[in-house]
């Protein structure tokens, strides 16, 4: 195993990790971003899952360059087979695992769900919509440029409903609707916020709690818009971000 290691000194200090990954080892940001979502990223030998953290003093930092032959960028990919979940002659539609980047993207290294749908169907997938790269479940895509054309349609003339399950951190609300427009967050790179400043964008979201514990909700989650971390910054807005999700503050 390859690694390089460094501590927050100098100019590193009070820089965001993936910044400070990125000009340690001259790669983009987005590529160190990448290493840390990925898991190759060590500070103080815990695992990183955020790499807009601050970096601080003296903090040791360990980011891992290559395994059993391999850069953690390149070994990224599905994990399981492509889980086809209808297929026709017009579309097909599969279940997204967490983890997986729905689209390439500048920057991104490793297979997307178009890369392992294109392979699958032996040439273009038409991908209509997209979820987040932490979030698994049903993908749709069209198998010709007409599927594709009608699908994207019943997905912009909201035709198409899209239903989300999420578990989130306790005291939820019984049900309702977010109505709160997003903005990019100036102090997190790479995380929306949930406002009514200026320049926001317009976004709905219906919910209905189906289980409210002492250590998590279980809520049922029906988007009316469909923006970037909408329901994640939906949900952490109403002070009960998804379980797990590090960019957005939830526990577990």
Known sequence: MKRRTFRGEGAHVGRALADAVAAELGLPVADARRLVEVGAVYVAGRRARD?????????????????????????VGPSAPLRVLFEDADVIAVDKPAGLNAQPSEGRVGASLVDVVGAHLGGTAGLVHRLDRETSGVTVFGKSASATAALAEAFREGTARKRYLAATGPGLPAGGTVDLPLSKDPSRPGRWRATRAANGVPAWTDYRTLFAGDAFCLVELLPRTGRTHQLRAHLTALGTPILGDARYGGAG
Request: charge should be negative; hydrophobic fraction near 50%.
């Open 51 to 75: 790499g807009a953290v601050k970096l601080q003093p003296a903090q040791v930092v360990t980011v891992v360059l290559e395994e059993a032959g391999q850069s953690p960028l390149e070994a």
